[in-house]
């Protein structure tokens, strides 16, 4: 049906990509860094390219616990040469005298002259006068040996600038004898939590709940979130409802911190004082976004008074509905955090490329917003369906282990090929 659809009053949605691609362009990565501990790098992000300034391994060597020989040498199954040296991992050993082997162990470096190494279990040591061993397999020039940068030359950009470092990336950092490294600085982030309704776990014990307070449950995972990306993290707390109460904390959080972060509050109802504050102190879209869980969503900035207008600080209100606060989290801000920390646009996907699986599940009614669904993939290779899919419902995160990403005015049926993003990859 297309036609002109009724007046409902309501803004249209946004799509989730325009969303993104609008709140990635009004963002510029971070410009200052410093220098850490190679063992603290984790999750941070390259300042500069690290370029090589040795090759690596530094010199051929063995791959091998065998004996080192010239393969020429070794002509018939059974040969014995006669062991000349013994060369162990940290040690050089000498040029290998012609005729003869060295023995040899995994990593020591591979003596002058020689270009292959025999395994251990290719031979047999001969006993008697002289130390010996009978080669038991024609060797080949080259086999066995690793050769000197193989793995990295001199000169080559191990590392490049905006490269989001891993494990893997601090032990090749180290390979290269980086003790430290030029990263950009953390993104300073303040989060609060708005709602009258919310008492902190800890504060009250569950039987002595009033009516109506729920315990702040998005402070948790909101905060963990932003440690995991790599944020230094300003908890601020509970800020009630109240405009005065809500200009007080923006405005004392803007100066210190690249973004302030808030769930709760950004809907339109008259308790919700996210909106007008913010567009005092500087301005701020509400968008609604086409997406479920997590429509209503705002990006602002908050001006600083010591900063040039223009260089406010960034805001991003969350929705209240923990599991829309934890899925806008994970699709918009995550994103955003890359960006703002110095990954270039090419080195991330703002979505996680998808795996197509079966549905194991139906759904019946198609929605209006693109939805994504808490699911977990089972033993037969498919995907099942958390079966309550409310956006209060934070169980259905917890058994999840991923979105099943469904287009708007879709149904699936049982079987269906459905796109599947797992929460290690927006975790990662
Ligand atoms: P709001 O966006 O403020 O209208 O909140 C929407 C819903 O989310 C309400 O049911 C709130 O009680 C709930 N909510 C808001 N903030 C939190 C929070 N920090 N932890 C748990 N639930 C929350
Ligand atoms: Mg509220």
């Avoid at 009004?26 to 603290?40: N, P, W």
């Avoid at 390219?49 to 051929?60: F, G, I, K, R």
């Avoid at 100066?255 to 950004?266: C, P, R």
């Amino acid at each position: 049906m297309t036609a002109s659809s009724p007046p409902t009053g309501r803004a249209p949605l946004m799509s989730l990509a325009d969303a993104m691609t609008d709140l990635l362009g009004r963002i510029d990565a971070l410009t200052a860094t410093e220098t850490v501990d190679t063992f603290e790098a984790d999750r941070r992000v390259l300042a500069q390219d690290l370029v090589s300034a040795l090759q690596v391994p530094p010199n051929d060597n063995s791959s091998m616990d065998g004996y080192a020989l010239r393969a020429a040498d070794v002509t018939e199954v059974g040969q014995v040469l006669r062991v000349s040296q013994r060369i162990a991992a940290g040690h050089a050993g000498e040029p290998l005298e012609a005729g003869t082997c060295a023995r040899i162990f995994t990593g020591a470096p591979m003596p002058e002259g020689a270009d292959a190494v025999v395994m251990q279990e290719d031979t047999v040591e001969v006993g008697g006068d002289i130390h010996g061993v009978h080669i038991q397999a024609l060797p080949k020039a080259g086999q066995w040996v690793r050769r000197a940068g193989e793995d990295v030359t001199r000169g080559a950009v191990v590392l490049a600038r905006g490269e989001r470092l891993s494990p893997a990336g601090l032990g090749l950092a180290a390979s290269l004898g980086l003790a430290r490294l030029p990263v950009f600085a953390r993104v300073r982030v303040a989060l609060f939590s708005t709602g009258d309704e919310l008492v902190m776990p800890g504060e009250v014990a569950p039987e002595a709940m009033k009516p109506g307070a729920i315990y702040n449950s998005n402070r948790f995972f909101l905060r963990t979130l932003l440690e995991r990306m790599g944020c230094v993290v300003s908890d601020l707390g509970i800020v009630p409802d109240s405009r005065a109460a809500t200009l007080a904390a923006l405005q004392g959080a803007a100066e210190q911190h690249d973004l302030i972060l808030t769930s709760g509050g950004v809907s339109v109802g008259e308790e919700d004082h996210i909106k007008p504050s913010v567009q005092q102190l500087g301005s701020l879209d509400l968008w609604q976004i086409g997406m479920k869980p997590g429509k209503p969503f705002a990006y602002g900035t908050v001006r600083r008074t010591t900063a040039p207008a223009g260089q406010g600080c960034h805001f991003i209100g969350l929705p209240g509905n923990p599991v829309s606060s934890f899925v806008t989290f994970l699709l918009l801000v995550r994103p955003f955090l890359l960006k703002l920390q110095g990954v270039p646009a090419d080195r991330f996907e703002a979505l996680p490329t998808a795996l197509t699986l079966p549905a194991h599940f139906t759904v019946a009614k198609a929605d209006k917003r693109r939805e994504f669904l808490r699911v977990r993939r089972n033993a037969a290779g498919g995907l099942d369906l958390f079966p309550n899919q409310s956006s209060g419902v934070l169980t259905s995160t917890v058994w999840a282990d991923g979105l099943v990403d469904n287009p708007a005015g879709t149904t699936i049926a049982h079987g269906d090929p459905v796109s599947y993003i797992s929460f290690a990859e927006l975790l990662a």
